[in-house]
């Protein structure tokens, strides 16, 4: 058995988008914010679904810009006009993000506009009434209503993909719920929950190895409980698990253990020139691809079938290369 990877670059994988970064000319201006890393790079991965919340709740193009406006030690939010208050909008995007968030069911992630007042996921800047920065932040009123209803669907802004490690992650869980859509949800049963989590085992390490053991009991106990109640407990502590960051403490000791399964059929000078790249990699010397390669060399040729079919060896398709910055 070869090590189960990602297939090929295929596009079957839908992520949610805010329109105006895939160069629709949307915003308030009649300008956009074409992402050249999402347009030039992941449109080759994936399907894209764009959306643009304001122009579908019916304000044009051009249109009024509109800002989140509240007051200290009020949570209440409201979206306005920033010239005409009386142009409120907070119920109509909240509404339109429900609705959107129900009707989009085969997306496996989102990735927004930041510092939107309808698409920002974090960090919009709250203003006073009239018009001074409040010093406060909060999401956008689509976004929040879209996270409050999709709360394990993988959702990022685009601006925090630049960053290696949030895009890693982000990535990482966009293809973790691809899978559990097809694996799990499309044909459940138990056993298909259970064969999940065993070829999760060393994601879920890397990301936090306490993990691994909650999530076993929950599966070891699943049998107790009606299969719905099972799916839902475990998917929604996995997907916490992998928001979790990996870093290079938990990457070494994954490869570690994975090394474990080969080590005594690897020869002593392929395993410490293997020790070496870890170290430096641990060092921050060679990124992560560095020492995966090598890992990966070892379980094709020696490992078992259980260790191949570990998605940590290829979290996401080696073709996006989001290994080789970390
Ligand atoms: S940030 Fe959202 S609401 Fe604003 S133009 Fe882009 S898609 Fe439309």
């Known amino acids: ?24 000319k949307v915003r308030y201006n009649g300008g956009h914010k ?16 764009p959306v643009c919340p304001e122009v579908a709740i019916g304000l044009g193009i051009p249109r009024e ?3 989140l406006v509240g007051e200290m030690g009020n949570e209440q939010v409201r979206v306005v006009g920033t010239d005409s208050p009386e142009l409120d909008v907070t119920e109509q995007l909240e509404n339109y993000g429900k609705e959107k968030a129900m009707e989009l069911t085969d997306i496996c992630g989102y990735i927004l506009m930041q510092k939107s007042p309808s698409c920002g996921m974090e960090r919009v ?22 996270m409050e209803t ?5 959702i990022e802004e685009e601006g925090r993909l630049h960053d290696p490690v949030l895009r890693d992650n982000f990535f990482t869980r966009v293809y973790a719920y691809h ?5 799990v949800l499309a044909n459940p049963s138990y056993k298909a929950v259970v064969d999940f989590h065993s070829i999760q085992k060393y994601t879920i390490m890397a990301h936090d190895p306490k993990d691994y053991t909650s999530l076993g009991r929950i599966v ?8 719905d109640e099972l799916m839902s407990e475990y998917f929604t502590g996995f997907m916490e698990t992998l928001k979790q960051r990996a870093n290079h403490k938990s990457h070494t000791n994954t490869m570690m253990h994975i090394l474990g399964y080969v080590k005594k059929s690897v020869d002593s000078a392929e395993r410490n020139q293997f020790l070496k ?20 060399h070892f379980i094709e040729n020696h490992g078992s079938d259980y260790i191949k079919q570990q998605t940590y060896l290829e979290p996401h398709p080696n073709q996006l290369g989001l290994r080789n910055q970390l």
């Open 150 to 154: 999709k709360p394990l669907l993988p």
């Open 65 to 67: 810009p509109i800002r």
């Open 34 to 49: 074409r992402s050249s890393f999402c347009m030039n790079q992941l449109s080759n991965f994936f399907h894209f679904q």
């Open 277 to 296: 790249l870890v170290e430096e990699y641990r060092q921050g010397i060679v990124p992560l691809v560095a020492p995966i390669t090598m890992l990966r």
């Open 179 to 183: 899978r559990w859509q097809t694996d």
């Open 220 to 227: 070891a106990e699943g049998g107790k409980k009606p299969l």
């Open 1 to 24: 058995m070869a090590i189960v990877s990602i297939p090929e670059p295929s596009k079957d994988i839908t992520l949610g988008i805010s329109a105006c970064l895939m160069g629709e």
């Open 125 to 146: 800047k709250v203003y006073h009434k009239n018009g001074s920065p409040l010093g406060a932040s909060a999401p956008g009123a689509y976004a929040k209503a879209l």
